[in-house]
Nanobody
Framework: QVQLMESGGGSVQSGGSLTLSCTAS????????MAWFRQAPGKGREGVAV???????IYADSVKGRFTISQDNATSTLYLQMNSLKPEDSAMYYC???????????????????????WGQGTQVTVSL
């Protein structure tokens, strides 16, 4: 049974930082493509950052230079370091994974949600002025 558990969300002021974590179980973690998505009220689910099993990384233009995705294969944990947070970054953040999705040579922006089969429950990030 695949499980993804996010943590690290919270409330911060504009310009602040947060680090999200996602711990995976039930998968051969190092073989999977891992991603962070977010969804604000009334909006669709947006890909924020994604990292593939070969180390390929893609960021959404809206977070480039501010967010960093990384992972620890030894602990099956995915991270999202978020700096210089803005109110428009406020959303529920989800971790997602898929075995078949591969980034290199196919995507120049994060794949849409349909490319990922397994999802976590989400962690809320709220950025105030």
């Amino acid at each position: 049974q695949v499980q993804l558990m996010e943590s690290g969300g919270g409330s911060v002021q504009s310009g602040g930082s947060l680090t999200l974590s996602c711990t995976a179980s039930g998968i051969a973690y190092s073989n999977y493509c891992m991603a962070w998505f977010r969804q604000a009220p009334g909006k669709g689910r947006e890909g924020v950052a994604v990292i593939d099993s070969d180390g390929t990384i893609i960021y959404a233009d809206s977070v480039k230079g501010r967010f960093t995705i990384s992972q620890d294969n030894a602990t099956s944990t995915l991270y999202l370091q978020m700096n210089s947070l803005k109110p428009e970054d406020s959303a529920m953040y989800y971790c997602a994974t898929d075995y078949l999705t591969r980034l290199r040579g196919k995507f120049t922006s994060p794949p849409s949600a349909e490319w990922f089969v397994y999802w976590g429950q989400g962690t809320q990030v709220t950025v105030s002025l």
